[in-house]
């Protein structure tokens, strides 16, 4: 058969933005990409870099209290201008939307900003009604906010919404215990907002290490921020200019601006991917193999569409290993398992990788370094802020099963404990690194003796079988 294209991507995200340079820059295919907003997708364009840049922005009042415990009288952080602060942002997210184009079209790729979806295993339509062949299509279209489903929902926010706001709220309810709720309290704390957060657990930040997410749970109310843990809301009222919430415990309350952070869902309605024979699981998300492929031979899937890892790193590492794979030659397969991870809260981020220390106890026998102390800088500002590290290492082994690490700069941190951790590093391994004095992470090197040790229990009856 001949086809317009030797891949038609849909989605100009990380995924799908690395897979079509990959495979028309690299491997010289004939590639199309259709995006429906803006290129760069959700972390370029309304995820993590605006992110960041706001929390670098809100971090103005914390250091401007730390400088006065250094001596720095009358040291203050000033008022916050958001006018001033999106104009810049909506500057730099252009410039970048302005670099993945120009790259995509420096390696070949044909871009189409519309939305497209699939008609059969070999066509997209787009929006304009015309159609394309290909004799490869990726689907890489991420995923978008979801909603909880209770009266008055549209009222609330999304996270994508918190980027174009015109002025910051007075009184604002983040809704979630993930990390994009605890982010997004955080910026909007630190930027001056009186911010209230809402959350169904017992503890923010579901499939961290436990104690980090205690820790992680007070921070966030010793920064100012109320937390309200086992509480959700169940019902939005209009309320003048502002949004009236029922919540569980029967209270009622009135805020300028509720935001949901409550998950995400795949993004597959509408794309018609249901008529072609892909599998779509209960949640939406693509059913794919190893190798991104669906039961479609010609359909792959990368990025949170699938819903396997939702990072934007393993989104662009799967998109370039299909690359390889379908137009290079080289069939390379993504690894799911030890993948580092960050959520960007102040002071002290928490970080991880590997088991959680839940998660080793429940896999069988852990030995477990961890320490919990005051750090050099805050503690001599006056604070009482704590810092923890951990290493989950496996008796038998050596091996080092998982690195925790709640402090200042942990994503950085553990970026770099990543490496040998990836490379099946063992607790000797760490033994033997020298350490860097005076740091935060020469914990991660000097722990000597655990502080606990956790034993699966046999039950007798299988002991003496």
């Not at 997210?93 to 939305?115: C, D, S």
């Not at 990025?303 to 370039?320: K, Q």
């Not at 993948?339 to 002290?348: D, E, F, G, N």
């Amino acid at each position: 058969m001949s086809f317009d294209y030797d891949l038609f991507v849909i989605g100009g995200g990380s995924g799908g933005v690395r897979a079509a340079r990959v495979a028309a820059g690299e491997h010289g295919a004939r590639v199309a990409l259709a995006e429906e907003s803006r290129m760069g997708g959700t972390c370029v364009i309304r995820g993590c870099v605006p992110k960041k840049l706001m929390i670098f922005a809100s971090q103005a009042g914390l250091m401007a209290e730390e400088m006065r415990g250094y001596g720095w009288e009358g040291a203050q952080a000033g008022r916050f201008d958001w006018t001033v602060f999106r104009q810049k942002l909506d500057a730099e997210l252009t410039r970048l939307e302005l670099i993945y184009t120009a790259n995509l079209e420096k390696a070949g790729v044909q871009i189409f900003h519309q939305r497209a979806t699939v008609v059969d295993a070999h066509t997209v339509a787009l929006a304009d009604g015309t159609r394309k062949t290909a004799k490869h299509i990726l689907i890489a279209v991420g995923g978008r906010p979801a909603l909880p489903g209770i009266p008055g929902e549209e009222l609330g926010l999304i996270s994508d919404d918190l980027f174009l706001l015109d002025r910051l709220p007075r009184r604002v309810l983040l809704v979630g215990g993930g990390y994009i709720a605890c982010e997004f309290a955080t910026i909007l704390a630190g930027l001056g907002c009186e911010t209230v957060q809402a959350y169904r657990g017992d503890a923010v930040l579901r499939g961290f290490d436990r104690q980090a997410r205690d820790m992680a749970t007070l921070q966030l109310s010793d920064i100012g921020i109320d937390l309200r843990l086992n509480v959700t809301p169940t019902a939005l009222e209009r309320a003048g200019e502002g949004v009236s919430v029922t919540f569980s415990d029967g209270s009622r309350e009135d805020f300028d601006a509720v935001i949901w952070a409550t998950g995400r869902n795949p993004y597959t309605g509408g794309l018609g991917l249901e008529e072609t024979g892909v599998h779509l699981r209960p949640n939406g998300a693509i059913a794919v193999d190893e190798w991104s492929q669906t039961a479609v031979p010609s359909i792959f899937a990368v990025g949170d569409v699938t819903d396997r890892v939702n990072l934007t790193p393993v989104a662009i590492r799967e998109g370039h290993a299909f690359a390889d794979t379908i137009f290079g030659g080289r069939a390379r397969k993504v690894s799911h398992h030890d993948i580092a991870s960050t959520a960007y809260l102040r002071p002290h981020e928490a970080a991880q990788i590997g088991l959680t220390e839940e998660q080793a106890c429940a896999r069988g026998d852990v030995d477990v370094y961890a320490t919990v102390f005051r750090p050099m800088r805050s503690m001599f500002a006056g604070s009482n802020a704590r810092v923890m590290m951990k290493l989950l290492v496996d008796p038998e082994t050596d091996r080092v099963l998982g690195c925790h690490i709640f402090g200042p700069d942990a994503g950085e941190m553990i970026q770099l404990a990543a490496i040998p951790i990836t490379m099946g590093a063992t607790k000797a391994d760490f033994d033997a690194t020298v350490a860097v004095h005076p740091t935060a992470a020469e914990e991660l090197v000097t722990m000597r003796q655990p502080a606990r040790r956790h034993r699966l229990e046999i039950p007798a009856q299988a002991a003496t079988a």
